[in-house]
């Protein structure tokens, strides 16, 4: 029988397992994805290779001290966020942008050299391959005697565990999972009441392969917007905007071009429109930035239809960040068998990657403080 069963191989599942392993217990990472990283998604455009985040991009060094040493100890490299020039306001469908100053649009935010995936390659690659198990639905929990029985689709036989942890985003864990036995109604609630950071939208990534030039160093001067005075930080502020923000998404030196943004229109315009976005997307970039714009290779992520990321109830947008780490969320359950983790519950950076590594060694701790305490007898969770 395994000591742990870690549900979601996001940042928190493998960041988590990662310790697990240095205190030599038996464990294993189910996703439910054909891959790793959760919100972590890095994809390589095809006419220049550049590395695209189509999920979690950046860090902030200053504030968030557990991201900046994990990436320090895995020895993966950072760059600062490209944000020297002009942002580009658009307050009008019809007029053309208003340049406005603003150098530090992202507040001193850093990027991933190779895009945020290098991170869950790094901590993947210093897991035993057999601990983790890919394409692994959970459905259903069963408390027994001395163990958890974990039941996953199309798999015959449950696995079993003494502990169990729910890597996963609160919300999608209440709609998908039949806990038996049931888990109390404050829980649900709360659990039902905490929203997915950014389950409910759409990313854009714009990759430029075709150079307008070299400079003196002999790199490709795709970065066309750099060469203008702009940082390619835009912001469409009219209602009618299809993308509300656009970034600078070139690699570390700039050789590589791109840019990234997020979507204005919601989940069910996003779907209504689907045919028709990148060419929307298209045009709304060709105003921020002109003709140039128009020979982008674009990508669209819409977390909205992650199956495995975002419920019904995240449809509907956060107005502004959620206030993360509900206290019932950090406690056991099942007389210490059952934990809850993840980004959305944490305390300091809930919501961002951050948060996610903050609930890892959250849960490093509750799980040894239970695994001394576990008796045999069920009890409801704490409410
Ligand atoms: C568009 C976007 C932009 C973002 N930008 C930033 C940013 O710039 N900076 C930042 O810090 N953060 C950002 N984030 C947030 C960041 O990605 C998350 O905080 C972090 O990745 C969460 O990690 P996690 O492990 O807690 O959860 P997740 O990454 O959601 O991992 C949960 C895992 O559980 C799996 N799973 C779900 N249900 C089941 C099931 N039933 N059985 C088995 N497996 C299951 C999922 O497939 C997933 O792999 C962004 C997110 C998005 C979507």
């Given at each position: 029988m395994l000591d742990v069963a870690i549900v979601g191989g996001g940042l928190c599942g493998l960041a988590l397992a990662n310790s697990l392993q240095a205190q030599g217990l038996t464990f294993a990472v189910f996703e439910a994805r054909p891959r790793l990283g959760g919100r972590i998604h890095t994809v390589e455009a095809r006419n220049n290779g550049l590395p695209m985040d189509m999920g979690a991009a950046w860090f902030w060094p200053q504030t968030q001290p557990r991201i900046t040493h994990l990436l320090r100890k895995l020895n993966l490299a950072s760059f600062p966020q490209h944000d020297t020039g002009k942002l580009l306001n658009l307050p009008d469908p019809e007029t053309p942008p208003v340049p406005l100053e603003m150098d530090d649009m992202h507040s001193g935010a850093q990027r991933i050299e190779g895009g945020a995936a290098r991170l869950v390659e790094a901590l993947a690659a210093r897991l035993p391959g057999a601990s983790l198990h890919l394409e692994q639905v959970l459905e259903r929990l069963v408390l027994g005697e001395d163990r958890v029985e974990l039941h996953f689709r199309h798999q015959p036989e449950p696995v079993p565990a003494r502990q169990v942890v729910l890597a996963l985003p609160p919300r999608l864990l209440e709609e998908r999972i039949e806990f038996v036995p049931p888990l109390n109604g404050q829980l649900r609630e709360t659990l039902r009441e905490t929203p997915t950071w950014m389950g409910a939208h759409a990313k854009l990534a714009a990759s430029y392969g075709k150079p307008d030039g070299m400079d003196a160093a002999g790199i490709d001067r795709a970065a066309f917007w750099r060469d203008d005075g702009q940082s390619g930080n835009g912001v469409a502020t009219h209602?009618?905007?299809?993308?509300?923000e656009i970034h600078d998404a070139c690699d570390a030196l700039g050789a590589r071009a791109g840019l990234s943004g997020f979507f204005a229109l919601t989940a069910p315009l996003r779907a209504a429109f689907r045919l028709g976005l990148p060419m929307l997307a298209r045009s709304q970039l060709i105003q921020w930035f002109g003709p140039r714009a128009q020979e982008a290779e674009i990508r669209i992520q819409d977390w909205a239809d992650e199956t495995w990321t975002s419920?019904?109830?995240?449809r509907i947008p956060a107005e502004e960040h959620p206030a993360y780490g509900n206290a019932l969320l950090q406690m056991p359950c099942w007389n210490g068998r059952l934990h809850f983790g993840g980004?959305?519950?944490?305390?300091?950076?809930?919501?961002y990657m951050e948060g996610a590594l903050e609930s890892a060694g959250r849960l490093r701790r509750e799980l040894l403080i239970s695994r001394s305490a576990l008796s045999g007898s069920v009890e409801a969770c704490p409410s």
């Open positions: 209602p009618r905007a299809v993308l509300g419920s019904r109830l995240d980004s959305e519950t944490a305390s300091h950076g809930g919501g």
